[in-house]
């Protein structure tokens, strides 16, 4: 069945109108053949290329969805992200699809229990904490080590849940709870990560977790700017000064982004799943391409930044 989608990739909205995904349900979550590590893989390589190619609009059945998610999540929600294995990313992979598609306004419910289960808060948390200690040292955690494939999984979570909440939670969301709290106390009941912590990772990341962790702040800017509240203007102002010095004086990384291909193949190697929704990320109009279709990455994150900047500016002086 994977084979025929790759090869007819239109087919997924097919079998989502023929209850496939009612059928995956069954298969994953009612099933003794998953018990079976082979046989899970295979049902879940089928999931995620479903996901991959189908329309947004024949994505209805939110019940069916919402059922296989919460199965998914139970099947990671005991490993501390340290120990994720091929199948726990590629739980990951299709999860960050399921918040994809959610921006359009399907699959809410199923959003919704991704965003706040209380099992990924506690583990991206501890996963994004562990990665910041690292200091200097986390430019050798890159794709090729399995620190490093975990840390940009978890950075791919956050970027699609960002662009998730606001189609998730219209008008309800509060974008400055982003900026660091003054007391470090205040945890999210959702899936998230700190402004400071992403120009961590910006900063002393691998190439490839310096983009994911760019596209992450560049989303939340974006909304920040939309709501036009009163920020906490020293933490602010010391992030965007981190985040806009590493941006002019490193740009060599985002050039490597653009040669990515939105190709799914036999997803032996989890470096295809990240490639996908890198390229899934990378390529939302919204935020990186001009009107023109052109690439924009770094002009379009310094702009953001810049734009704070101004705003904070006038602000000081009234």
Known sequence: MATIIDIYPTISDQLCLLGIGNAARTLYCESSYTHSPQMSMVVLVLIFKILCSVKHATLSDDETWLALIVKLINSIATKAADIWNHESLLVIGILCLILHHSANAVLIEASKTIIFSSSLVSTIKSAIHAACLKGPALVDHDEGTSSGEILIFVLLLNYFTLRSLHTVLPGIMDWKVFLDPSDGMQSFSFIGIYCHDL???????????????????????????????????????????????????????????????????????????????????????????????????????????ELFFRILTVQDGS
């Open 199 to 305: 120009c961590r990772l910006m900063h002393f990341g691998s190439p490839v977790v310096k983009l994911a962790a760019s596209y992450c702040l560049l989303e939340l800017f974006a909304r920040i700017s939309e709501q036009r509240k009163e920020q906490g203007r020293s933490c602010l102002n010391q992030l965007l000064q981190v985040c806009r010095k590493q941006k002019y004086t490193d740009n060599t990384w985002d050039d490597g982004a653009q040669e990515h291909k939105k190709v799914v193949g036999i997803l032996d190697d989890l470096g295809e799943v990240c490639e996908y929704l890198i390229c899934l990320m990378s390529s939302e109009p919204s935020l990186d391409m001009d009107s023109g279709g052109s690439h924009l990455g770094n002009k379009r994150l310094l702009e953001e930044i």
